[in-house]
């Protein structure tokens, strides 16, 4: 827990550092891009981590009244130390955006990092979008796929009645034949 943590705050800070020491000679944002996308990166980590963490907690804790009656237990997750780190963690890197964001609005003009975050987020909710339109259309596709396979199946299924109709009644005709 303590090594996540440190790892977290370990990638802010190299990406503030980094800043630091070339935000004089930039010339444009891009050339400190991936410096900020360390420190988006580190601060997403830290969110999905804590989301995940509450979500398991709340699941566990269900189950454990709701089957067995009891109160769900002291875990690793709940001690002082470890909520200490995760706020610990979650203030450094806010810090570290509020020092990233006082950095590039003083270089490149006021509104600048406000303006990456809003475009960042933006181009999230497209993205998380288009990976929901993709699973609809995979859905689509999957259905129409299924549609014809069934198709398929009940038209081989009339080719096969027809076939042994005509193979009884060729049998009938033969033996009525020879008779």
Known sequence: M???????????????????????????????????????????ENKKKVAKKQKGKQSWSTFLKGHLGMEATKADDTSLG?????????????????????????????????????IRSERIAQQRQSAKDDRAEARRKAKENSALWH??????????????????????LSWAYYR
């Open 151 to 172: 198709k398929i199946l009940k038209e081989t299924l009339k080719i096969m009645c027809v076939l042994l109709v005509i193979g009884a009644l060729y049998m009938y």
């Open 82 to 118: 470890a909520v200490a780190a995760e706020v610990i963690e979650q203030r450094q890197i806010k810090e570290q955006i509020t020092a990233m964001k006082r950095l590039v609005n003083r270089r490149f003009g006021a509104g600048t990092f406000e303006e990456i975050e809003r």
């Open 2 to 44: 303590v090594v996540e943590v440190l790892a977290g705050v370990a990638l802010a800070r190299s990406a503030i550092t980094a800043v630091r020491q070339s935000i004089s000679t930039v010339k444009d944002v891009s050339e400190i891009a991936h410096h900020l996308e360390d420190l988006f990166g580190a601060s997403d």
